[in-house]
């Protein structure tokens, strides 16, 4: 049983729980040796340090040196050779996109990521405007609806503002959109998804989100790109200011 005033998992399932959770040291040390290597502390072509020396640099185990170099590989950002270590990649940048370390406990982390999701959602409204069949507005409008009975239920409607916006981007017909939303889903969105229907039922904007939505749904609906995108930016904008609350409170 959770202890009194603490959430539960059922508590969390439904968007009534903080999400968020400290970066693990291996999280810290992937993102310190990225800047490390962005700062030309290890320049291209050269190698990084034993392991033992970066226990002693880093004041962590040769665990989590071993897990956050293996990122680093992943990454296509440093690169083992074979009885000689790992290097620096030889264009110093990432070969893969990553933001799985991202610091969620970090306000300007999460003003960074809100940004990015602006430019991403905010255009790809402006093209569903633009391209959506009767086909694909019906579907929009259907989750359009469904949100607006979750919240007729006081119920967070996480899922069913996840949908609405995947709707949009389908109507995109850009394949290329969809496969960035899943990416960005899977890292980044439902963590802010979820945080944010929190933000707006304890500051009780829930129909206002709605409100928003709704605006959304009307630029797309009557074919107007430009108001699409600015209902969309005004929208992620609103939301990020709410979120910035419901981590002060």
Known sequence: MAKAGMPDDRDVAAGRGPLDRPPSLVDKLAQRLQADIRAGRYPPGSRLPAEQTMCALYRVSRATVREAVGRLKHDGLVASRQGAGAFIAESGLPAVFRLDIAD??????????????????????????????AGDLEIIRARLEAMQTAIDRNEPGVDEDLTFHRSIIEATHNPFFCD????LDQRVRRFIRTARANSARFLGLTQAVQGEH???????????GPGARAAAERHLLNAAARLELYLER
């Open 104 to 133: 969620f406990s970090d306000a300007q982390e999460i003003r960074n990521i809100v940004e990015l999701l602006i430019a991403v959602e905010a255009a790809a409204s402006e093209h569903a405007a633009r391209r959506r069949t």
């Open 180 to 183: 960035l939303s899943d990416f």
């Open 214 to 224: 709704q605006a959304i749904f009307a630029a797309i609906a009557s074919g107007d």
